[in-house]
């Protein structure tokens, strides 16, 4: 049998073992995900969560939380862009063909299930980020109720007598009213889906078109 070259058998094993900074990276990706995965609960709970609690739920040290994340700010921002994402996919499945009255309260009733599902964290968000911020990242979300404005308006169901920028503001403002007012108690959360719909079909409606009511 031939011998083995002098540290062939060395070189072998080390070409089959990661390198150490391919290790590292993978170790990052696994904490950050940890990380992300505890925060969004922890904020779930309580939007005032602090950084040594989401530590600690993650199984990670604070030193680590913080070479990923340099703030609370930061942390904030991330599990908020990471919980819109999540909420996109959900509401892909949402209609909004047809009717654009109706397809907007279709809309507004899977949205409405969502933030107040997680209304905890944008309580955080608000807390921790400023308001474009908040609003950037609702981006996909709000191009989805302006596109059913855009068809509404152009049917003659919504008004064109206002721009369209402050419809859809009216919109976003009116679902994160109804979030904080089901947080204070203020409005039934089984409820607020119809109360929302019924009044931004009130407020977008074209003028002397009948304005529908949303089924309970």
């Known amino acids: 049998m031939a011998a083995t070259p002098r540290g ?7 070409a089959q073992r990661p ?23 922890c904020l779930a709970r309580d939007a005032d969560a602090s950084v040594a609690d989401m530590a600690k739920a993650a199984g990670v040290g604070r030193v680590t939380l913080y070479g990923h ?17 999540q909420s996109d996919a959900a509401l892909d499945a949402t209609d909004t063909t047809g009717d ?32 474009e911020r908040i609003r950037a ?23 064109d007598d206002l721009p369209q920028r402050w419809m859809v503001t009216t919109v976003f403002s009116l679902m994160h009213a109804a979030a904080e007012d089901t947080a204070a108690g203020r409005l039934d959360a089984d409820d607020a889906a119809r109360v929302i719909s019924a009044t931004l079909l009130a407020a977008l409606s074209a003028p002397g078109t009948v304005v529908p009511t949303p089924a309970p």
């Open 100 to 131: 654009p009255r109706e397809a907007l309260t279709r809309l507004v009733g899977a949205s409405w299930r969502i933030v107040h599902q997680l209304h905890s964290v944008l309580r955080a968000a608000h807390r921790e980020l400023p308001p």
């Open 19 to 41: 390198a150490p900074q391919a290790e590292r990276r993978a170790d990052a990706r696994r904490n950050i995900k940890s990380i992300l995965d505890a925060a969004q609960l």
């Open 8 to 14: 062939a058998g060395d070189r072998s094993r080390s």
């Open 69 to 85: 994340f340099k703030t609370r700010a930061d942390l904030v921002d991330a599990v908020l862009t990471r919980t819109m994402e």
């Open 137 to 159: 990242v609702h981006d996909r979300t709000l191009q989805r109720v302006q596109t059913i404005i855009d068809r509404g308006r152009d049917a003659g169901a919504f008004r």
